[in-house]
């Protein structure tokens, strides 16, 4: 099996930055890709921000500029840096990644961390 682990979240002023992490951990044998996706509160979840395993990287509009997604190869992990943050930008932020096992491939996905952009 394979587990996403999330942390970093949490509560943080307008203007402000956090760096949420993402870990990947089980039976993997690579990764293809690993994203961010948000989920605010009566809205649809949306994409944040992708990275394949060779480094390229794409943003949702909104948060171009502001955010950056990086992936650690070694450590299967993935880490979203969002800096000068909005109260828009409030959501339940949840890591997704396609995995390759001995199985086979498949998505998988964290079990998401609040972030919370208030004064």
């Known amino acids: 099996q394979v587990q996403l682990v999330e942390s970093g979240g949490g509560l943080v002023q307008p203007g402000g930055s956090l760096r949420l992490s993402c870990a990947a951990s089980?039976?993997?044998?690579?990764?293809?890709?690993m994203a961010w996706y948000r989920q605010a509160p009566g809205k649809q979840r949306e994409l944040v921000a992708t990275i394949t395993s060779a480094g390229t990287t794409s943003y949702v509009d909104s948060v171009k500029g502001r955010c950056t997604i990086s992936m650690n190869n070694a450590k299967n992990t993935v880490y979203l840096q969002m800096n000068s943050l909005k109260p828009e930008d409030t959501a339940v932020y949840s890591c997704?990644?396609?995995?390759?096992?001995?199985?086979?491939?498949?998505?998988?996905w964290g079990q998401g961390t609040q972030v919370t952009v208030s004064s």
């Open positions: 089980g039976t993997i044998f690579s990764i293809y890709t």
């Open positions: 997704n990644a396609l995995v390759s096992r001995t199985t086979g491939r498949g998505y998988y």
